[in-house]
């Protein structure tokens, strides 16, 4: 089992940054690929960005490619994602998940925080 959890959202304006982070417990930490997602009100659940096991690959959706940065630190069991220039349309709660799979599928994924809401105001 790997428990998630993370932090640093917050209600920024439009241009600003922030950096989320997502610790794991447990031992295994290096063993999995991790992921981000986003979940606007009344939309899906999207893929963010991954990162393999050893941190080096990485993949974004479109429409955060340049703005975003995922990363990884594993003798922290942590995952981070810089997000700058945010927009009004990044507006959502983001998640972090740990799979076995260095996938943009949420279906891979076996693993899930909690979420924490990212506000960006125009």
């Known amino acids: 089992q790997v428990q998630l959890v993370e932090a640093g959202g917050g209600l920024v304006q439009a241009g600003d940054s922030l950096r989320l982070s997502c610790v794991a417990s447990?031992?295994?930490?290096?063993?999995?690929?991790m992921g981000w997602f986003r979940q606007a009100p009344g939309k899906e659940r999207d893929f963010v960005a991954v990162?393999?096991?050893?941190?080096?690959?990485?993949a974004y959706t479109d429409s955060v490619e340049g703005r975003f940065t995922i990363s990884r630190d594993n003798a922290k069991n942590t995952v981070y994602l810089q997000m700058n220039n945010l927009k009004p349309e990044d507006t959502a709660v983001y998640y972090c998940?740990?799979?076995?799979?260095?996938?943009?599928?949420?279906?891979?994924?076996?693993?899930w925080g909690q979420g924490t809401q990212v506000t960006v105001s125009s």
């Open positions: 998940a740990a799979g076995r799979s260095y996938s943009r599928l949420a279906t891979t994924y076996a693993f």
């Open positions: 447990g031992r295994t930490f290096s063993s999995y690929a």
């Open positions: 990162i393999s096991m050893g941190g080096g690959s990485t």
